[in-house]
């Protein structure tokens, strides 16, 4: 059966689309401007206090790293929104509100911190504001749905959350990247094949 909304209530939906629309554009130009702030602090805040060169070649290198950076990232952002959860689970509502919460915490986010003088990060930010997001709408869902918590799963990508934060939290726990970072890990990878039955001398496998 085809149910057809009132020509009002169609209108009112369209009108809120582009309230949201305008509303996302808006946040998204404040956002890049306090995110290039953020990360212009970052970029300067130890060459400027060690005072090695002035501050007009300080000033044009940051430039140029920043457009580099802007110009040649890898995606990092569209890898963070598509591996955090299944937005084929969600309705488009739904998703705009989603994005539209986390623009708002990261305009006041990164604002507070770049105000105050504190150290963040803008990839951080907009993964765990992301899974917040998320989370809340999801759990939103499951309760008017009449579900349990163990649907969870289904609008959130597990897997790919706790990829993404453990990375965070690794090369936090690493700090300075190294060539031999993973010398660490290399032996207990190896044992545990070995232990676990796994021919080391090689050999001639089949498929039946």
């Known amino acids: 059966m085809i149910i057809a909304l009132p020509l009002s209530s169609r209108l009112c939906m369209g009108d809120a689309y582009i309230l949201m629309i305008v ?7 404040i956002d890049l401007i ?27 290198v940051a430039s140029i790293g920043i457009a580099v950076g802007a110009i040649f990232s890898s995606g990092m952002m569209e890898v963070a929104r598509k591996g955090i959860f299944n937005p084929q689970f969600f309705t488009m509502p739904e998703l705009m509100v989603v994005f539209l919460a986390v623009m708002l915490t990261d305009v006041i ?42 649907t969870l799963g289904d609008y959130i990508n597990t897997g790919k959350a706790l990829a993404i934060i453990a990375g965070i939290l690794l090369s936090a726990f690493i700090r300075n990247p190294t060539l031999e970072v993973g010398a660490p890990y290399l032996l207990a990878p190896i044992a545990a094949a070995v232990l676990g039955g796994t021919a080391i001398s090689g050999g001639i496998g089949s498929m039946t």
């Open 23 to 29: 509303a996302l554009i808006g946040l998204a130009a």
């Open 109 to 150: 986010l990164l604002d507070l911190y770049s105000t105050y003088g504190l150290p963040t990060s803008t990839t951080v930010s907009i993964v765990f504001e992301l899974l917040g997001a998320a989370i809340a709408v999801s759990l939103f869902k499951i309760s008017q749905n009449g579900d349990t918590l163990l």
């Open 34 to 60: 306090v995110g290039v702030s953020n990360d212009a602090v970052n970029f300067l805040n130890s060459a400027i206090g060690s005072k090695v060169i002035t501050m007009r070649t300080i000033l044009i």
